[in-house]
């Protein structure tokens, strides 16, 4: 039975692999210096041995995962929570410098905030006014922080 | 105390009685009691959000706010493992186990002013010891060199990596997974791009706030979130009635409160000896010398008392690593460092002499920010307690906010969102299949010290590296690090027979 451990150390055996090659293509010593390959190549390799003797010692001492462990991914409900949240986020950093800090602030907060509490529109309304209000007073007034002003700049 | 470390405090209060540095010192503690009370986001978080906010900071300004947040976040973290049994931070964890029992017997407040008496006490003796040492062990650590700063470096991230985790194997990889990450970019000795791969955003190497907010951040909100439950946490009224201990109580910790401070500050001095791991051998050695160590886990105050001192006091500790040497040991220190290094201050051990106003400055805050949160911790309770009725669903929005506008107002590039955004997932994933996260942020922070020095070393010693064995301390340091890799092997074999999973040594 493949794990999520195994396929994580596996993913992490093949990234230092990768690494190792990239850096075995930068010098180990250069003009009586010690080169910028050196530190790289030690790195790679290190993370070779470690992940390929977890795997090997994996195999070799149980050969199949016999622990009642915790699922990699969450419950269901859990998972279509944190996929909304990321998607928001992700909109929210699409929007931000077209649509400018206010309204991509506002309409991030407002949805978000709908979307984990939907009993509370209102206040969740409430709550994204005045917090895209401080903020704008306080970071991009106050200290002259550069968010984008969009639309409005 | 020698005269001049007495004369140098006084330079000190001068700068911490600065307005803007009081006032600042005080926005740390309060921000830093707040995080600590609100389960969730930890001070790690706290301060890599609010890393960016610093930048336009004086840095002894931006070092006194950030120290403030640590130890604040440690005096506001008994809060809910008492109220409600969830610890507001990692370090509190143990405050839980007696804490709460005591207040569902009715003695909350006893329970929440021991911890701030405790907190007070070892917070002010660990800053006294923290005067007190700085002096000879920055004449100490004048006489390190590349081979010693190199051997140390690397003592710091296996300890961590050995007790970080219950999977040295985990905590090792994720050391070197942040080492990797340090070497992106330009390489400062030969001025050649490394792993950039045409990616001009990393060229200057791979920013350090969008990997703390995701990994810190991002990541803990999408844990958060695995809870179905989105109201607020505090649901029913908690009596603070008799907020002052008995004269019982305040006899029964005042033992357990000297011995928190002496170990918590020894224990923060040490590699990956921070906060949480004081309050646990705070809490076990009060148990293993206590003539009734069966009313532990029983309400029993001493195990309040002992662990939320030492807590405290670590955190005072684990600053003189980090002002001294200029090496971080735990994950706070290290994203302190970061602040500093990218304000252009690199800690050493002439930094009392070159800066004293920086550093003697940064000690000073913490005795003012000490009262604070006395203050702030004691009659100011109830506030706190408040706080906890917002709901989860209100929180998480602002506190994405706080993550995205932190990020973005560094250079003001959508790259750096997604780079949070990509490490948050990643650090999340890391979460769920236990792979501590503190190794990979003190190695990233560490990665191009410790590469630097092994690059001069090597040069010292033409080559051969038996130079890290040759000169005493660094070889006591490489022995360390062996010492750690022999225990935990010998450890493994004698688990073996329970078999383990994959980069697991549980």
């Keep these: ?153 | 105390m020698d005269l001049t470390s007495g004369q140098q405090l006084l330079v000190g209060f001068s700068v911490a009685l600065r307005p803007e540095n009081l006032m600042f010192a005080f926005i740390g503690v309060l921000l830093g009691t707040m995080i600590g009370v609100l389960p969730g986001i930890g001070p790690a978080g706290a301060i890599a959000a609010l890393l960016p906010f610093t930048f336009g900071m004086d840095p002894t300004t931006s070092l006194i706010m950030l120290a403030g947040i640590f130890y604040g976040g440690m005096y506001g973290g008994s809060t809910t493992s008492i109220l409600l049994n969830v610890p507001g931070e990692a370090a509190s964890v143990v405050t839980t186990l007696d804490g709460h029992q005591m207040a569902r017997s009715g003695r909350a407040g006893a329970a929440l002013a021991i911890s701030a008496i405790g907190s007070f006490v070892a917070g002010t003796v660990g800053v006294v010891l923290l005067t007190v040492v700085a002096a000879p062990l920055a004449m100490l650590a004048i006489r390190f060199g590349p081979p010693e700063y190199f051997a140390l470096t690397v003592l710091g991230v296996m300890a961590a990596a050995y007790l970080s985790s219950a999977s040295m194997l985990k905590g090792l990889a994720m050391v070197i997974l942040g080492l990797m990450l340090s070497t992106v970019g330009i390489d400062l000795i030969t001025g050649g791009a490394r792993f950039t791969y045409g990616v001009l955003e990393v060229y200057g190497g791979v920013e350090l706030v969008p990997v703390l907010i995701g990994l810190f951040g991002i990541s803990e909100i999408l844990s958060m979130l695995q809870d179905p439950d989105t109201g607020s946490l505090l649901r029913r009224k908690i009596p603070l009635r008799e907020l002052w201990p008995s004269g019982r109580d305040l006899r029964d910790s005042a033992g357990p409160i000297a011995r928190g401070s002496f170990l918590g500050f020894g224990m923060g001095m040490l590699p990956s000896g921070g906060p949480f791991i004081s309050s646990f051998l705070s809490y076990a050695l009060e148990k293993k010398i206590s003539k009734r160590p069966e009313t532990f886990g029983k309400g029993a105050i001493e195990g309040v008392a002992g662990p939320e001192s030492a807590n405290n006091s670590a955190t005072a500790g684990s600053m003189v690593p980090l002002l001294i040497l200029g090496i971080p040991f735990n994950v706070v220190t290290a994203i302190m460092l970061g602040a500093l290094i990218i304000q252009g201050l690199q800690p050493s051990p002439m930094l009392m002499t070159r800066q004293p106003e920086f550093f003697w400055g940064v000690v000073a805050s913490m005795y003012i920010g000490n009262v604070m949160c006395l203050v702030l911790n004691l009659p100011l309770v109830g506030i706190w307690v408040k706080i906890l009725q917002i709901p989860v669903a209100k929180m998480i929005p602002m506190i994405l906010l706080f993550c995205v506008i932190g990020v973005y107002s560094i250079n003001a590039r959508l790259f750096d969102l997604w780079l949070m955004l990509g490490v948050g997932i990643l650090g999340y994933a890391l979460r769920r299949l236990r792979f501590p996260l503190a190794p990979l942020v003190l190695a990233l922070v560490l990665g191009r010290i410790m590469e630097n020095a092994l690059r001069q070393s090597l040069l010292m010693g033409l080559g051969s590296p038996l130079i890290f064995i040759e000169r005493p301390m660094a070889a006591a340091f490489i022995f360390g690090v062996l010492g750690i890799l022999t225990f935990a092997v010998v450890s493994r074999l004698r688990r073996r027979g329970g078999g383990a999973p994959a980069l697991s040594v549980t």
């Design chain 1, 1 to 153: 039975m493949i794990t999520a451990d195994r396929v994580f150390a596996a993913g992490l055996f093949v990234l230092g692999g990768a690494y190792l090659v990239e850096a075995a293509k930068l010098p180990v010593w250069k003009d009586q210096t010690v080169g910028a390959g050196l530190f790289p190549m030690l790195l790679g390799a290190a993370m070779l041995v470690l992940t390929g003797a977890s795997l090997t010692l994996d195999v070799l001492e149980r050969g199949s995962a016999q622990h009642a462990r915790e699922p990699f991914l969450p419950p269901r409900r859990a998972l279509i929570r944190q996929a909304s949240v990321l998607g928001a986020l992700a909109m929210y950093v699409l929007a931000l410098e077209p649509a400018g800090f206010i309204i991509s602030t506002f309409l991030f907060i407002t949805v978000l905030s709908i979307a984990l509490d939907p009993a509370r529109r209102i206040s969740s309304v409430a709550v994204a006014v005045l917090l895209v209000a401080l903020a704008q007073l306080l970071l991009v007034s106050l200290l002259k922080m550069p968010l984008p002003s969009g639309p409005f700049g």
